[in-house]
């Protein structure tokens, strides 16, 4: 299986702030990385898929970059609705596979 | 609007069979794959499996010799059958739709998910 290490699990930061969130694979995924956000309670929902392509109805603040096997999230200016858990998920080889999760808290 | 409502028991013995169905509306079954994966109490995420609207499956290893998936075309719904749960199938388990219909795929549309809890 291909492993997804995600950095960091958990960070704190404020209003305005640009956030970034790393997720390494074990092996190269040729951009086959997507970002989902999870709030408490809810399923999670899809950001960004291909690396850096923008799923519809998503804010322009975020966006993606990488390729190989290191890929980043990064929020331009972190929003009150952003606070949530963010995981990125490898679609390059069966099983499919998920990081962690970065938890994003309020500072 | 694509929704998906997964349905099924939340509370189950060990090495009883789990069973849920994932009834869909706004799409059409037969256009898509469709998945099913878990996320545990730590918050991981785990793909469980999926059936393409053929109807043929495709398995994550770990489970693979306890898992079967269908598809109902005429309740445009699809189902997960998980034999001999132990307390380690305790998670959430979301019905989702594969974004991408010719290969390996992220996800699109999700269930809201269903809390199964093994315990004896």
């Known amino acids: 299986d291909i492993q997804m290490t995600q950095s960091p699990s958990s960070l704190s930061a404020s209003v305005g702030d640009r956030v970034t969130i790393t997720c390494r694979a074990s092996?190269?995924?040729?951009?086959?990385l997507a970002w989902y956000q999870q709030k408490p309670g809810k399923a999670p929902n899809l950001l960004l898929f291909?690396?850096?392509f923008l799923q519809s109805g998503v804010p322009s603040r975020f966006s993606g970059s990488g390729s190989g096997t290191d890929y980043t999230l990064t929020i331009s200016s972190l929003q009150p609705e952003d606070f949530a858990t963010y995981h990125c998920?490898?679609?390059?080889?069966?099983?499919?596979?998920f990081g962690g999760g970065t938890k994003v808290e309020m500072k | 609007q694509v929704q998906l409502q997964e349905s099924g028991p939340g509370l189950m013995k060990p090495s009883e069979t789990l069973s849920l169905t994932c009834s869909v509306s706004g799409d059409s079954v037969s256009g898509y794959n469709w998945s099913w994966i878990r996320q545990f109490p730590g918050k991981e995420l785990k793909w469980i499996g999926r059936i393409h609207f053929s109807g043929r499956t495709e398995f994550n290893p770990s489970l693979k010799s306890r898992v079967t998936m269908s598809v109902d075309t005429s309740k445009n719904q699809f189902s997960l059958r998980l034999t001999s749960v132990t307390a380690a199938d305790t998670a959430i388990y979301y019905c989702?739709?594969?974004?991408?219909?010719?290969?390996?795929?992220?996800?699109?549309?999700w269930g809201q998910g269903m809390l199964v809890t093994v315990s004896s």
């Open positions: 291909a690396a850096s």
């Open positions: 989702v739709r594969d974004r991408l219909r010719g290969s390996w795929s992220n996800f699109d549309y």
């Open positions: 998920q490898q679609y390059h080889t069966a099983p499919l596979t």
């Open positions: 092996q190269d995924i040729s951009n086959s």
